[in-house]
């Protein structure tokens, strides 16, 4: 809140008359200061759920794997259904011994199995994106000097190591940090 004095009171008591003048505009750095932290905050859980989202992910397309294994599918179909190798087939299975036969189809496996790796590739791409976007924010903030690598590695959840060597040459794209 800015004020400002008009005038000394003539009656000489002490008293002075003010006039508002409006607010103080905030600073220009703080507002940016602000913005980064918002954009830090916002992509470390965007990233976060993503990777929760994976391991859920992960772990339905592991049991379907053992389910289709435990049916009498064969080891080689389902390695290249799930497009893994045939070690990583078996140790899957291996790794599931209490499951019972669920008499599904082998179709229906294959078509579960595509269904959820497709659904794992949508979420890397994703994951991709939100990355990149982490590091056009972190090198728009070093860039500018609006926190310093200590805040940046705090908001981000990435070591100050880490985050110097990853925007090291990086040209952030305009519009990183909105104005």
Same mark, same amino acid.
């Given at each position: ?51 929760? =989202?994976?391991? @859920? +992910?992960?772990? /339905?397309?592991?049991?379907?794997? !053992?389910? $289709?294994?435990?049916? #009498? ?52 791409? =994703?994951?991709? @994106? +939100?990355?990149? /976007?982490?590091?056009?924010?972190? !090198?728009? $903030?070093?860039?500018? #000097?609006?926190?310093d690598d200590y805040e940046l590695a705090a908001l981000s959840g990435l070591q100050r190591e880490t985050i110097r060597k990853m925007t090291w040459g990086v040209h952030p794209e305009s519009g990183?940090?909105?104005?």
């Open positions: 809140m800015l004020l400002e004095i008009l005038h000394r009171d003539d009656r000489g008591d002490g008293y002075y008359r003010y006039r508002y003048r409006g607010t103080a505009k905030p600073d220009k750095a703080a507002v940016q200061a602000e913005k980064t932290r918002k954009l830090l905050r916002d992509s470390r859980q965007r990233i976060s759920f993503n990777a929760t =989202s994976m391991r @859920a +992910l992960s772990v /339905r397309l592991n049991q379907q794997i !053992a389910q $289709a294994l435990c049916d #009498g599918m064969k080891v080689t179909r389902l390695a290249e259904a799930a497009e893994l190798s045939r070690w990583a087939v078996r140790t899957v299975g291996l790794s599931s011994d209490d499951l019972l036969p669920s008499g599904a189809p082998a179709e229906q496996h294959l078509a579960s199995i595509r269904q959820l790796k497709s659904e794992l590739a949508e979420l890397e791409h =994703s994951k991709t @994106a +939100l990355e990149d /976007r982490r590091l056009n924010i972190l !090198a728009a $903030a070093r860039r500018r #000097g609006v926190l990183a940090i909105p104005a």
